[in-house]
């Protein structure tokens, strides 16, 4: 009988091609013919009023939970259908459950943002810089052209030419010299304005130096000293920097550099260990819990297995029956606890389906072996011994995951204990 770990690759298949999300029973008819038909036959046909508790369809939900990202959305959601009709191997049926969960393997892809229009320099929303549309005679093929956005030079916008102003004058010249709107005598008016002021301050500053040179001249020859106007000046010589300085400064910035790797790796090193604590704990709790249903489980299966050699013997016998009805209500409730556990460590997810889908044949066909006994039906003991056969067969392979688990549990414990 195939487990949800046999058929893992096909149902990774079946997402792999399809950017939309699929629930069970879509997975289940879009899987290879030989493939489905072998899962529908073992299993039973899914959905309302099959009568199967564990049906094709929630083996293909068990293989999806294994090989899903996360059970969190977007890659699992829960969609209310309003009971939809499906088809599976053309063959209609209706969802067991009205709100069902629906898989994907990859999140949806951002959404194209919407072309924009570039922006014009020079233009404003009052008054866009556009280009008028070309004339068409009547009687032509006409169509339409969109606006054509036209571009201006620097020089003839205003509020370039404001800060060219207010920052570097010259190149506000430069620009009314370029621009087209203006005439010469316009272009020479301004120029004027603000060249003059610049030329008669050049020309008073060199004759104030002139004037002061005179004069240094006239001082150094009545004192007898001779300065010739053509000695190139002495400037003070920078105080040069002491290498050790230069040393010092490199070693404090590598020092710096080190001390700031040193605290990133201390940080890495603390979130990687609070992860392997918080995995190790996760695996402890579910092998404690475990450990003890399982436990509970085998001993419940001996006792009922000792009752059940001392038969027919003791059919008549009620205190035999009332020990029986004890140990199968003690299993099935054991097979209970363990259908409902919850956070299964990745590195457990095997040994769980083995032992979850033991726990559902087991409560299956466990009740239908004790109404055979105490009425004496064979016809009820053959059908549930085969289910019951099969249970027992994943209950061995259960203990084997577990002994499994159990040494990798110990060897992770003992490497981050040698860690620390």
Same mark, same amino acid.
Request: include cysteine.
């Given at each position: 009988?195939?487990?949800?770990?046999?058929?893992?690759?096909?149902?990774?298949?079946?997402?792999?091609?399809?950017?939309?999300?699929?629930?069970?029973?879509?997975?289940?008819?879009?899987?290879?013919?030989?493939?489905?038909?072998?899962?529908?036959?073992?299993?039973?046909?899914?959905?309302?009023?099959?009568?199967?508790?564990?049906?094709?369809?929630?083996?293909?939900?068990?293989?999806?939970?294994?090989?899903?990202?996360?059970?969190?959305?977007?890659?699992?959601?829960?969609?209310?259908?309003?009971?939809?009709?499906?088809?599976?191997?053309?063959?209609?049926?209706?969802?067991?459950?009205?709100?069902?969960?629906?898989?994907?393997?990859?999140?949806?892809?951002?959404?194209?943002?919407?072309?924009?229009?570039?922006?014009?320099?020079?233009?404003?929303?009052?008054? /866009?810089?556009?280009? &008028?549309?070309?004339?068409? @005679?009547?009687? !032509? +093929?006409?169509?339409?052209?969109?606006?054509?956005? *036209?571009?201006?030079?620097?020089?003839?916008?205003?509020?370039?030419?404001?800060?060219?102003?207010?920052?570097?004058?010259?190149?506000?010249?430069?620009?009314?010299?370029?621009?087209?709107?203006?005439?010469?005598?316009?272009?020479?008016?301004?120029?004027?304005?603000?060249?003059?002021?610049?030329?008669?301050?050049?020309?008073?500053?060199?004759?104030?130096?002139?004037?002061?040179?005179?004069?240094?001249?006239?001082?150094?020859?009545?004192?007898?000293?001779?300065?010739?106007?053509?000695?190139?000046?002495?400037?003070?010589? /920078?105080?040069?920097? &002491?290498?050790?300085?230069? @040393?010092?400064? !490199? +070693?404090?910035?590598?020092?710096?550099?080190?001390? *700031?790797?040193?605290?990133?790796?201390?940080?890495?090193?603390?979130?990687?260990?609070?992860?392997?604590?918080?995995?190790?704990?996760?695996?402890?709790?579910?092998?404690?819990?475990?450990?003890?249903?399982?436990?509970?489980?085998?001993?419940?299966?001996?006792?009922?297995?000792?009752?059940?050699?001392?038969?027919?013997?003791?059919?008549?016998?009620?205190?035999?029956?009332?020990?029986?009805?004890?140990?199968?209500?003690?299993?099935?409730?054991?097979?209970?606890?363990?259908?409902?556990?919850?956070?299964?460590?990745?590195?457990?997810?095997?040994?769980?389906?083995?032992?979850?889908?033991?726990?559902?044949?087991?409560?299956?066909?466990?009740?239908?072996?004790?109404?055979?006994?105490?009425?004496?039906?064979?016809?009820?003991?053959?059908?549930?011994?085969?289910?019951?056969?099969?249970?027992?067969?994943?209950?061995?392979?259960?203990?084997?995951?577990?002994?499994?688990?159990?040494?990798?549990?110990?060897?992770?414990?003992?490497?981050?204990?040698?860690?620390?």
């Amino acid at each position: 009988m195939l487990l949800p770990s046999d058929i893992r690759s096909a149902v990774v298949e079946v997402l792999s091609a399809t950017e939309n999300s699929l629930c069970s029973y879509q997975i289940l008819d879009r899987l290879p013919a030989c493939l489905r038909n072998q899962i529908i036959a073992e299993r039973g046909f899914p959905g309302a009023g099959s009568g199967h508790s564990y049906s094709a369809a929630s083996l293909i939900t068990d293989a999806v939970e294994l090989v899903l990202p996360s059970l969190e959305p977007p890659y699992r959601i829960y969609i209310d259908t309003g009971r939809t009709t499906y088809h599976i191997a053309g063959r209609a049926l209706l969802a067991g459950n009205q709100a069902i969960a629906f898989y994907r393997l990859r999140p949806p892809a951002a959404p194209v943002p919407a072309p924009t229009i570039p922006t014009v320099h020079g233009a404003t929303p009052d008054n /866009p810089i556009i280009a &008028p549309r070309p004339h068409y @005679a009547p009687g !032509k +093929q006409t169509f339409y052209s969109p606006p054509v956005i *036209e571009r201006r030079p620097w020089y003839e916008t205003k509020r370039w030419m404001i800060l060219a102003l207010i920052f570097f004058w010259p190149v506000f010249l430069n620009g009314i010299w370029k621009n087209s709107r203006l005439s010469k005598n316009a272009k020479w008016t301004v120029i004027s304005i603000f060249a003059l002021p610049t030329l008669l301050g050049v020309f008073s500053a060199a004759f104030s130096s002139h004037d002061g040179q005179s004069s240094g001249e006239k001082n150094s020859l009545s004192g007898h000293v001779v300065v010739s106007a053509s000695s190139p000046p002495v400037f003070a010589k /920078p105080t040069p920097v &002491p290498k050790r300085d230069v @040393a010092a400064k !490199k +070693q404090e910035a590598v020092t710096v550099k080190r001390r *700031e790797e040193q605290s990133r790796n201390e940080a890495q090193a603390e979130e990687k260990s609070a992860r392997w604590q918080e995995r190790l704990q996760a695996e402890k709790t579910y092998v404690e819990e475990i450990t003890e249903l399982q436990g509970g489980l085998g001993e419940g299966f001996g006792k009922l297995n000792n009752f059940l050699h001392q038969y027919p013997a003791k059919f008549g016998d009620r205190q035999w029956h009332e020990e029986i009805m004890v140990a199968s209500v003690g299993i099935l409730l054991i097979c209970k606890s363990i259908q409902e556990v919850h956070d299964v460590p990745e590195n457990e997810r095997r040994h769980y389906a083995l032992l979850k889908e033991m726990s559902q044949l087991t409560s299956e066909n466990l009740p239908k072996l004790v109404d055979g006994i105490n009425q004496q039906d064979s016809e009820k003991l053959n059908s549930a011994l085969p289910g019951l056969k099969k249970a027992g067969e994943l209950m061995v392979a259960a203990n084997e995951e577990l002994a499994n688990v159990k040494s990798r549990f110990l060897a992770d414990a003992k490497m981050e204990g040698q860690s620390q």
